[in-house]
């Protein structure tokens, strides 16, 4: 097989935000305990500092594990309370367990990758830990449809997206070009520019928030396709699909 389509996973083949929001909301609540009526501040200040402390995990200063933790001891201070570390740590470990258990992949996702087997390399680039991506591909019932050496996880390769070390490290992996490989995910700056930037040929972005895209960052010889819905995507994963076997062929 000449082409690649490498998929990120959170957000991407199912609903990361909306399972992890609905634990999160729970874990919260047995933290704050009998001040759980402070729930609605809670979730705010985790909200302000999720972004700050992602950019702490990117730049390796944090363990994707000391992540969640953080985020938990944080939200405390902010509200200038105090708990156990063990207490912490515990619905720190409960958040990710508990919201894992409930996730499904998008309805189109399996019947997309059904159709995309056998015709291109599949694979996965996700932003976390290696167990963690082997557990949520197992739940979601999609472990079958890629190779474990196709499965990237920031924290085995020692670099995160959008560095283009794991881009280029999944070509080497696939055994396939930037110029066959198309990149599906839902962050413009770490699945999308950071494909593209790798010379990836094409990336299809997961718009589902709407967000504005401002400049794109696709090279005149590279194809960028947005999307605000997975059956969308799926449409447009198929036609790049089909341009590179076009292109393939007059090749």
């Not at 063990?86 to 409960?94: C, F, H, R, S, Y």
């Not at 991506?133 to 959008?162: C, I, N």
């Amino acid at each position: 097989m000449s082409a690649a389509i490498f998929f990120d996973l959170d957000d991407t083949l199912y609903d990361f935000s909306g399972a992890s929001r609905r634990e999160l909301e729970i874990r919260l609540a047995a933290l704050l305990g009998e001040d759980r009526d402070r729930l609605p501040e809670a979730l705010e200040a985790y909200e302000a500092i999720r972004e700050p402390t992602w950019h702490e995990y990117m730049a390796g200063r944090l363990t994707f594990e000391q992540v969640r933790v953080a985020r938990f001891l944080q939200v405390l201070t902010r509200l200038n309370l105090r708990r156990e570390r063990d207490q912490v740590q515990k619905e720190a470990d409960l958040f990710v367990s508990g919201w894992m258990q409930g996730i499904r992949p998008f309805p189109e996702v399996e019947p997309l990758l059904a159709a995309l087997a056998g015709k291109v390399t599949l694979g996965v680039i996700t932003n976390g830990h290696p167990q963690q991506t082997r557990t949520k591909l197992a739940l979601l019932g999609l472990d079958r449809w890629f190779d474990g050496s196709l499965v990237l996880a920031s924290e085995a390769v020692g670099r995160a997206k959008p560095d283009r070390f794991i881009f280029d490290l999944a070509l080497e992996r696939a055994g396939v070009p930037a110029g066959e490989t198309v990149m599906v995910g839902d962050s413009l700056e770490s699945d999308i520019a950071g494909s593209l930037r790798a010379g990836w040929v094409g990336a299809v972005w997961f718009n589902r928030t709407g967000k504005a895209l401002t400049a794109s960052p696709a090279g005149s010889r590279q194809r960028l396709a947005v999307e605000p819905s997975f059956a969308g995507v799926g449409a447009q994963v198929r036609d790049m699909v089909s341009w590179l076997e076009r292109k393939g062929g007059a090749a």
